[in-house]
């Protein structure tokens, strides 16, 4: 989207740090020193430094203000009750994360704590100092030691982040509050960090309503309050707060159809036409009632604003903005706009990451692990070389692989000597982490219905030293009668891709309702395959892991849920991934098993990789029992119509002829031989 | 799916002998588990008895590969080893070939090991035997054929070519087609 | 006057062409051929057997001679050529006899049933003409009936009865059955033999081999209708499953008949021993080489010798 330049960031790659994690990275032990102490004195310190920041901020471009300083800035507005500082460090939440690793460098970050874009260049010039340092002193220890001094520079660098961005749409006073109280929260490690990141974003609700409601009293107390620090802030903001409290109409029906007529609103209309709708949507409360205009109204402009402007489809754009409240939509639409980072595996079949990690950065690649939750991932943030390319590469040490692809297998957690089956695996990058994890023993079934991209599924196997692959090409559905007795099986569906828009974007535009009806369909014929090919008596496994690369709920927590209903000997449990949100169990009036909470979502906005979704079932042994035939055929009719059926009674004694007959006639289309009607046990029938 | 005949498996074994001579009795003879050569579509694979056993259930045409691919026959009969089995030969090498790392990248773009990129050999390499190519920190990149023996590298110049290129890993870029 | 010199050259020329032997010898011109059927006598025959040879063969010859010249000449432009008479001497068949055909039909029923072979002759005797006429063929008897300027018609004869026809219809009829039954009898000979297979499958080699017999290998000839897809080879392989084992065992003793082929192993063999000979030779004549490391030891030796004897 050429006319989103300006709103991307200078960068994308050393931005990329994150998912989530602590990058456990460059160790400049006098600086982390520094920091720790900084982060010591903070309290004393921010008091004292509280006004300045203030003065900071009306000025806006001074690079001056410090570390301390910001996180005085934000631990005071926290005191003053999330009072509504309209303040840019609320907004980007999800790229808070980003600026981790950077503050992990110097303190020149900091600097520009408030800095817009201006600023970028010379952000980029002490990156790679930073970058070049690193590469000399990059220490792949055992990448847990350092993590309890991190953490401080890391709340700064978050803070730091948060001013980076200049047009960013959903300044939201609540969002601010929200951060700086994560800030808080962040634990000694990386990982909880994580969880509670997403914990916080979970209650987001709840606090926002809370602050809906304190934002009210205050409003009755100091009037215009909220207006007169914005414009504090920024002339630009302090427009848009003008323009929201009075300024700005939504434009009717009639209007937008003159609008579109006409060839489109201008993108600068569109943007701001936006942050309006964002605004006033957040706090709907306060706000609302005064524009006369119902909320929905102001979605549907929000929403077709959204799809003209970041260029989706209508029908798509509606479906994403559903998934989340309505500033996390927008961030969500944003981090599509960014490429994720680059990622590598290594391949522990073949050599160790320290050993790699050294042999790639005598190559000139910079690099650094991914994070705490892996231990073979490394992420790469520039090169002098093309990484697909390099003759450790070639040798088969690494593997070109999203972080987000790591989640499955890690859920999967293979064990050596089993009989493991990736049902759609290519370009290899699961099934080779599969063969990894077995150690070379065992065997991986390797399955992909496409011919041609077989081939480079092989390739990869072969690159990487797998021996105990086996590569079919089957569609997947065909699974149980080809083989069965798995002891672990891996279905990473095949998705309508919502989750990688960043990496392709024709998903955009060229997803229909149909393909998503479609998609799902299948998904749920491979769930079942999946769940059907495993070995229930398996000692050591019995685990199906349903992933895809798709954030939509009809493709993820529906599919779940049907495979739930359709096979009673399934449950779901705990991916194993210590990270990512819940699943939904509830949407849009479904309403889905209690248990779909186990299941894990990632964002691109929020865990800095590919929007994905894991799941992580047990299947056990079939327990034979009257009630399980018909719950059968009841589930046929609970799943279409999704509806809760606990409470409709059955007649058993009248339905019993008919389920008969019913069972009659499945058998018969299976092909097995049916016993004439009068004999009342059928053969299949256990009493 | 089936196994090698007896002309077949003597190809076969040629080839293999050239580069790891007696050490061919390990791959055949394994301590930790059977293994076996298996020919599919024109191709040899060297897979675990356990693994092949369970391919045995994939039908001909949707079975692409299994174990490790060693090389292919050619219509008239001929065994062209791959770079595919360079895991095990690099395990078994008898002779051994180092190649400086401003010569990896040539040698990966399938050009023979000139003299000037040559790091280390094995002693008392004969000519024409089959080697295999490292680079200078041990990574197998390739093997390839000697052209003269280590005592006359010595007084060959600096752009003679020492190791006629065979395989090399650059192979799994630039023939991802046609090598399986 | 003494004519007795004049005899007795006369005799002594005459001995030259006579040849007088107890048993004349038999002469066959035909093969131009003497032989001689008269015993050998011992007596001259141990005293020089080569003379005694000699003087047989000469004897032969002059029989031979005198015979051939007796026969009657023709001219010719190279002299006067002499017309052999045909051979009296029977040789050897040089093939085997033909097997006996196997038996008719009739042939065999006449032979259960006893009875025996009648020749007819060809020729009849034919009362009206008072002369003998040919049975069958030209103005054969057989023919008589369709010959006839009037016959009788029986009284229920259809409208376009024609005795003419009826009679040679029912003669050829008769010819018909008869090389029916004659080619029936040839099938039946024919088939009895196993050597009828064996052709058979000769000839469908044959027609095999030529149909790929081309540059294309047949593949572009034009298909004859309801010609059959040539039957290639089945080959047989080893089941995909078989035991470990017996596989491991197969490949090391292939391996085992490899290692015994003398190739370019040779070159190098003395890498597979435990010691690499080569290479401790370079090393203890710090690379001289092997004459330079005796030529060192036998100058010690004769050092060490010398330093003792002092």
Same mark, same amino acid.
């Given at each position: 989207?050429?006319?989103?330049?300006?709103?991307?960031?200078?960068?994308?790659?050393?931005?990329?740090?994150?998912?989530?994690?602590?990058?456990?990275?460059?160790?400049?032990?006098?600086?982390?020193?520094?920091?720790?102490?900084?982060?010591?004195?903070?309290?004393?310190?921010?008091?004292?430094?509280?006004?300045?920041?203030?003065?900071?901020?009306?000025?806006?471009?001074?690079p001056?203000?410090?570390?301390?300083?910001?996180?005085?800035?934000?631990?005071?507005?926290?005191?003053?009750?999330?009072?509504?500082?309209?303040?840019?460090e609320?907004?980007?939440?999800?790229n808070?994360?980003?600026?981790?690793?950077?503050?992990?460098?110097?303190d020149?970050?900091?600097?520009?704590?408030?800095?817009?874009?201006?600023?970028?260049?010379?952000?980029?010039?002490?990156?790679?100092?930073?970058?070049?340092?690193?590469?000399?002193?990059?220490? @792949?220890?055992?990448?847990e #030691?350092? $993590?309890? !001094? /991190?953490?401080?520079?890391? *709340? =700064?660098?978050?803070?730091?982040?948060?001013?980076?961005?200049?047009t960013?749409?959903?300044?939201?006073?609540?969002?601010?509050?929200?951060?700086?109280?994560?800030?808080?929260?962040?634990?000694?490690?990386?990982?909880?960090?994580?969880?509670?990141?997403?914990?916080? @974003?979970?209650?987001?609700? #709840?606090? $926002?309503? !809370? /602050?809906d409601?304190?934002? *009210? =009293?205050?409003?009755?107390?100091?009037?215009?309050?909220?207006?007169?620090?914005?414009?504090?802030?920024?002339m630009?903001?302090?427009?848009?707060?003008?323009?929201?409290?009075?300024?700005?109409?939504?434009?009717?029906?009639?209007?937008?159809?003159?609008e579109?007529?006409?060839?489109?609103?201008?993108?600068?209309?569109?943007?701001?036409?936006?942050?309006?709708?964002?605004?006033?949507?957040?706090?709907?409360?306060?706000?609302?009632?005064?524009?006369?205009?119902?909320?929905?109204?102001?979605?549907?402009?929000?929403?077709?604003?959204?799809?003209?402007?970041?260029?989706?489809?209508?029908?798509?754009?509606?479906?994403?903005?559903q998934?989340?409240?309505?500033?996390?939509?927008?961030?969500?639409?944003?981090?599509?706009?960014?490429?994720?980072?680059?990622?590598?595996?290594?391949?522990?079949?073949?050599?160790?990451?320290?050993?790699?990690?050294?042999?790639?950065?005598?190559?000139?690649?910079?690099?650094?692990?991914?994070?705490?939750?892996?231990?073979?991932?490394?992420?790469?943030?520039?090169?002098?070389?093309?990484?697909?390319?390099?003759?450790?590469?070639?040798?088969?040490?690494?593997?070109l692989?999203?972080?987000?692809?790591?989640?499955?297998?890690?859920?999967?957690?293979?064990?050596?000597?089993?009989?493991?089956?990736?049902?759609?695996?290519?370009?290899?990058?699961?099934?080779?982490?599969?063969?990894?994890?077995?150690?070379?023993?065992?065997?991986?079934?390797?399955?992909?219905?496409?011919?041609?991209?077989?081939?480079?599924?092989?390739?990869?196997?072969?690159?990487l030293g797998?021996?105990?692959?086996?590569?079919?090409?089957?569609?997947?559905?065909?699974?149980?009668?080809?083989?069965?007795?798995?002891?672990?099986?891996?279905?990473?569906?095949?998705?309508?891709?919502?989750?990688?828009?960043?990496?392709?974007?024709?998903?955009?535009?060229?997803?229909?309702?149909?393909?998503?009806?479609?998609?799902s369909?299948?998904?749920?014929?491979?769930i079942?395959?999946?769940?059907?090919?495993?070995?229930?008596?398996?000692?050591?496994?019995?685990?199906?892991?349903?992933?895809?690369?798709?954030?939509?709920?009809d493709?993820?927590?529906?599919?779940?849920d049907?495979?739930?209903?359709?096979?009673?000997?399934?449950?779901?449990?705990?991916?194993?991934?210590?990270?990512?949100?819940?699943?939904?169990?509830?949407?849009?009036?479904?309403?889905?098993?209690?248990?779909?909470?186990?299941?894990?979502?990632?964002?691109?906005?929020?865990?800095?990789?590919?929007?994905?979704?894991?799941?992580?079932?047990?299947?056990?042994?079939?327990?034979?029992?009257?009630?399980?035939?018909?719950?059968?055929?009841?589930?046929?009719?609970e799943?279409?119509?999704?509806?809760d059926?606990?409470?409709?009674?059955?007649?058993?004694?009248?339905?019993?002829?008919?389920?008969?007959?019913?069972?009659?006639?499945?058998m018969?289309?299976?092909?097995?031989?049916?016993?004439?009607?009068?004999?009342?046990?059928p053969?299949?029938?256990?009493? | 799916?089936?196994?090698?005949?007896?002309?077949?498996?003597?190809?076969?074994?040629?080839?293999?002998?050239?580069?790891?001579?007696?050490?061919?009795?390990?791959?055949?003879?394994?301590?930790?588990?059977?293994?076996?050569?298996?020919?599919?579509?024109?191709?040899?694979?060297?897979?675990?008895?356990?693994?092949?056993?369970?391919?045995?259930?994939?039908?001909?045409?949707?079975?692409?590969?299994?174990?490790?691919?060693?090389?292919k026959?050619?219509?008239?009969?001929?065994?062209?080893?791959?770079?595919?089995?360079?895991?095990?030969?690099?395990?078994?090498?008898?002779?051994?070939?180092?190649?400086?790392?401003?010569?990896?990248?040539?040698?990966?773009?399938?050009?023979?090991?000139?003299?000037?990129?040559?790091?280390?050999?094995?002693?008392?390499?004969?000519?024409?035997?089959?080697?295999?190519?490292?680079?200078?920190?041990?990574v197998?990149?390739?093997?390839?054929?000697?052209?003269?023996?280590?005592?006359?590298?010595?007084?060959?110049?600096?752009?003679?070519?020492?190791?006629?290129?065979?395989?090399?890993?650059?192979?799994?870029?630039?023939?991802?087609?046609?090598?399986? | 006057?003494?004519?007795?010199?004049?005899?007795?050259?006369?005799?002594?020329?005459?001995?030259?062409?006579?040849?007088?032997?107890?048993?004349?010898?038999?002469?066959?011109?035909?093969?131009l051929?003497?032989?001689?059927?008269?015993?050998?006598?011992?007596?001259?025959?141990?005293?020089?057997?080569?003379?005694?040879?000699?003087?047989?063969?000469?004897?032969?010859?002059?029989?031979?001679?005198?015979?051939?010249?007796?026969?009657?000449?023709?001219?010719?432009?190279?002299?006067?050529?002499?017309?052999?008479?045909p051979?009296?001497?029977?040789l050897?068949?040089?093939?085997?006899?033909?097997?006996?055909?196997?038996p008719?039909?009739?042939?065999?029923?006449a032979?259960?049933?006893?009875?025996?072979?009648?020749?007819?002759d060809?020729?009849?005797?034919?009362?009206?003409?008072?002369e003998?006429?040919?049975?069958?063929g030209?103005?054969?008897?057989?023919?008589?009936?369709?010959?006839?300027?009037?016959?009788?018609?029986?009284?229920?004869?259809d409208?376009?009865?024609?005795?003419?026809?009826?009679?040679?219809?029912?003669?050829?009829?008769?010819?018909?059955?008869?090389?029916?039954?004659?080619?029936?009898?040839?099938?039946?000979?024919?088939?009895?033999?196993?050597?009828?297979?064996?052709?058979?499958?000769?000839?469908?080699?044959?027609?095999?081999?030529?149909?790929?017999?081309?540059?294309?290998?047949?593949?572009?000839?034009?298909?004859?209708?309801?010609?059959?897809?040539?039957?290639?080879?089945?080959?047989?392989?080893?089941?995909?499953?078989v035991?470990?084992?017996?596989?491991?065992?197969?490949?090391l003793?292939?391996?085992?008949?490899?290692?015994?082929?003398?190739?370019?192993?040779?070159?190098?063999?003395?890498?597979?021993?435990?010691?690499?000979?080569?290479?401790?030779?370079?090393?203890?004549?710090?690379?001289?080489?092997?004459?330079?490391?005796?030529?060192?030891?036998?100058?010690?030796?004769?050092?060490?010798?010398?330093?003792?004897?002092?």
């Open positions: 989207m050429g006319r989103r330049a300006k709103n991307k960031q200078g960068d994308p790659a050393p931005l990329v740090e994150s998912n989530g994690i602590a990058p456990s990275a460059p160790k400049k032990h006098g600086k982390r020193k520094a920091d720790t102490d900084a982060q010591s004195k903070r309290p004393a310190k921010k008091l004292k430094e509280a006004p300045k920041v203030k003065a900071d901020k009306r000025k806006a471009e001074e001056t203000s410090t570390v301390k300083a910001k996180n005085a800035v934000t631990w005071d507005d926290v005191q003053d009750g999330g009072s509504g500082s309209e303040g840019w609320g907004i980007e939440d999800g808070i994360l980003r600026a981790q690793a950077k503050s992990l460098f110097d020149s970050d900091e600097d520009e704590a408030h800095g817009f874009v201006g600023d970028l260049d010379e952000y980029e010039l002490d990156e790679s100092d930073n970058f070049h340092d690193s590469t000399m002193e990059l220490d @792949l220890g055992p990448d #030691a350092d $993590e309890p !001094e /991190l953490e401080t520079s890391k *709340l =700064r660098s978050k803070r730091s982040k948060q001013a980076e961005r200049p960013k749409i959903i300044p939201t006073g609540s969002d601010a509050s929200t951060n700086s109280e994560d800030s808080e929260d962040d634990g000694p490690i990386n990982m909880e960090n994580m969880e509670a990141r997403s914990r916080a @974003l979970d209650a987001r609700a #709840a606090r $926002e309503a !809370e /602050l409601i304190e934002e *009210l =009293r205050r409003a009755a107390m100091e009037g215009d309050d909220d207006e007169e620090f914005d414009g504090a802030n920024d630009e903001e302090d427009e848009v707060a003008e323009a929201d409290g009075d300024g700005f109409v939504l434009p009717t029906a009639a209007e937008r159809e003159a579109k007529a006409a060839g489109g609103p201008e993108v600068h209309i569109v943007q701001q036409r936006m942050q309006h709708c964002v605004r006033i949507l957040g706090q709907w409360k306060k706000r609302g009632a005064k524009t006369g205009r119902k909320r929905s109204e102001y979605i549907d402009q929000l929403v077709s604003d959204i799809a003209s402007y970041y260029g989706y489809n209508e029908f798509l754009a509606e479906k994403l903005f998934l989340f409240s309505v500033p996390e939509a927008i961030e969500f639409f944003e981090a599509n706009e960014v490429p994720r980072p680059v990622t590598i595996r290594t391949n522990t079949l073949r050599t160790r990451r320290r050993d790699l990690a050294q042999a790639l950065i005598n190559r000139g690649v910079n690099l650094e692990p991914i994070g705490k939750w892996t231990n073979v991932g490394l992420q790469v943030f520039e090169s002098s070389v093309p990484i697909g390319a390099t003759p450790e590469y070639l040798a088969g040490q690494y593997m692989q999203a972080a987000s692809s790591f989640l499955p297998v890690i859920a999967l957690s293979p064990q050596p000597h089993e009989r493991v089956l990736d049902m759609a695996s290519a370009p290899g990058g699961k099934t080779t982490h599969i063969a990894a994890l077995l150690q070379n023993t065992g065997v991986v079934f390797a399955n992909d219905a496409n011919k041609t991209r077989v081939k480079s599924l092989t390739a990869n196997v072969h690159r797998c021996k105990n692959v086996v590569v079919c090409s089957y569609d997947g559905r065909e699974f149980p009668k080809v083989m069965g007795g798995f002891d672990r099986v891996l279905l990473d569906a095949p998705c309508s891709g919502t989750g990688v828009i960043s990496k392709d974007a024709s998903v955009k535009v060229n997803k229909s309702e149909r393909d998503f009806s479609l998609l369909h299948l998904q749920k014929q491979l079942l395959c999946a769940i059907d090919s495993v070995n229930p008596n398996s000692k050591t496994g019995g685990y199906v892991v349903y992933s895809t690369c798709s954030v939509t709920v493709e993820n927590e529906a599919v779940v049907y495979a739930l209903k359709k096979r009673p000997n399934v449950r779901l449990v705990d991916t194993g991934l210590e990270f990512g949100r819940e699943g939904f169990t509830s949407y849009r009036g479904k309403k889905f098993h209690e248990t779909v909470r186990l299941t894990r979502r990632f964002y691109p906005h929020v865990h800095n990789m590919d929007g994905f979704f894991v799941s992580k079932f047990k299947v056990e042994k079939r327990v034979k029992h009257q009630k399980k035939d018909e719950e059968e055929g009841e589930n046929e009719a799943v279409a119509t999704a509806g059926t606990e409470d409709v009674a059955f007649d058993d004694e009248a339905d019993k002829q008919y389920l008969e007959e019913g069972k009659r006639m499945r018969k289309a299976k092909g097995f031989r049916v016993p004439p009607k009068l004999d009342q046990q053969a299949a029938t256990a009493p | 799916m089936r196994p090698l005949t007896e002309e077949e498996s003597k190809a076969v074994f040629e080839k293999l002998a050239n580069y790891i001579g007696k050490n061919l009795v390990h791959l055949i003879d394994r301590p930790d588990e059977p293994y076996c050569f298996r020919l599919h579509k024109d191709r040899v694979y060297y897979v675990s008895e356990s693994s092949m056993r369970l391919g045995v259930s994939v039908a001909r045409p949707s079975l692409i590969s299994l174990g490790t691919c060693f090389g026959f050619s219509k008239s009969g001929k065994f062209k080893l791959h770079v595919t089995s360079l895991d095990y030969l690099a395990q078994y090498a008898k002779y051994k070939v180092w190649i400086k790392p401003n010569g990896e990248m040539s040698f990966l773009y399938g050009n023979h090991v000139l003299k000037n990129h040559l790091g280390r050999i094995t002693e008392d390499t004969p000519e024409h035997q089959g080697v295999v190519v490292y680079s200078m920190n041990d197998p990149l390739g093997f390839g054929v000697t052209s003269r023996s280590t005592v006359d590298t010595r007084k060959l110049d600096p752009t003679a070519i020492i190791v006629f290129h065979q395989a090399d890993v650059g192979e799994y870029l630039r023939d991802e087609d046609t090598l399986f | 006057m003494d004519v007795s010199d004049i005899l007795a050259a006369q005799a002594e020329k005459h001995k030259a062409i006579a040849v007088e032997k107890e048993i004349p010898l038999d002469v066959d011109a035909g093969f051929a003497v032989t001689d059927p008269n015993p050998i006598e011992k007596e001259s025959y141990d005293e020089n057997v080569e003379e005694y040879l000699q003087s047989t063969a000469r004897d032969g010859v002059q029989v031979l001679l005198s015979a051939l010249f007796s026969l009657p000449t023709t001219s010719s432009p190279d002299g006067p050529l002499a017309q052999l008479p051979p009296t001497t029977t050897p068949r040089a093939k085997p006899l033909p097997k006996p055909k196997p008719t039909k009739w042939e065999k029923f032979r259960a049933k006893g009875i025996q072979k009648t020749r007819k060809k020729k009849e005797w034919d009362e009206e003409k008072q003998w006429v040919n049975r069958w030209w103005k054969g008897k057989n023919k008589e009936e369709e010959t006839q300027w009037l016959s009788e018609v029986p009284a229920n004869a409208v376009d009865y024609d005795p003419t026809k009826k009679a040679r219809d029912e003669r050829k009829a008769r010819v018909a059955k008869n090389e029916r039954q004659h080619l029936q009898n040839l099938a039946r000979a024919q088939a009895s033999g196993a050597e009828r297979k064996q052709r058979k499958a000769d000839i469908d080699r044959t027609l095999a081999t030529t149909r790929v017999s081309t540059a294309s290998m047949g593949k572009y000839d034009k298909k004859l209708d309801g010609e059959k897809k040539l039957r290639e080879v089945k080959r047989k392989f080893e089941p995909t499953e035991s470990a084992d017996v596989e491991k065992k197969n490949n003793a292939l391996l085992a008949k490899i290692g015994n082929v003398p190739a370019k192993r040779s070159k190098h063999e003395g890498n597979d021993a435990a010691i690499n000979v080569r290479k401790a030779v370079r090393f203890a004549s710090k690379g001289e080489g092997g004459v330079a490391l005796a030529r060192r030891a036998e100058g010690k030796a004769a050092r060490g010798k010398a330093g003792r004897r002092k």
